[in-house]
């Protein structure tokens, strides 16, 4: 089964504080920001080559983002993997023993998610999406 990076996640306080950097500083160009009510988020990303930068601001201090944030400070969050049949890789992980956090369900983008706890992972949070 084919797999390709689909973008890495990073949490950040303010999504206006780390664009300062990521667009007027670095020069890269948002190409969508939006809010996902499920997961609390308020989302902008970046295209660099194929894969693309997700950075995630909290909307509320309760949030998953925000316990992040509060736990471990600003940074990396979680990598997403593109494949090509997240039902079928939902099975197969299941069948593994993997820990799922979630049934697969729209996310930013109108993308189908499922996130894989870091203790299945090798210690990174995983995303994994199917377009
Ligand atoms: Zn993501």
């Given amino acids: 089964m084919s797999m390709e990076v689909d973008h890495l996640g990073i949490a950040v306080r303010s999504l206006d504080e780390a664009l300062r950097f990521y667009e007027q500083s670095l020069g890269m160009t948002v190409i969508g920001r939006e809010t996902v009510i499920e997961e609390r988020v308020n989302v902008a990303m970046l295209p660099a080559g ?6 995630l601001e909290a909307t509320d201090s309760d949030s998953p983002i925000a316990r992040f944030i509060e736990k471990r400070g600003p940074g990396l969050h979680h990598i997403a993997l593109r494949v090509e049949d997240l039902a079928l890789t939902i099975e197969r992980l299941k069948h593994g ?3 799922l956090l979630n049934e697969p369900r729209p996310g930013a983008g109108g993308h189908t998610y499922a996130f894989v706890h870091p203790a299945s992972t090798g210690g990174v949070l995983l995303e994994l999406i199917q377009k």
């Avoid at 194929?50 to 950075?55: F, H, Q, S, T």
């Fill in 97 to 99: 023993g993997a820990r």
């Fill in 50 to 55: 194929a894969p693309r930068i997700e950075l």
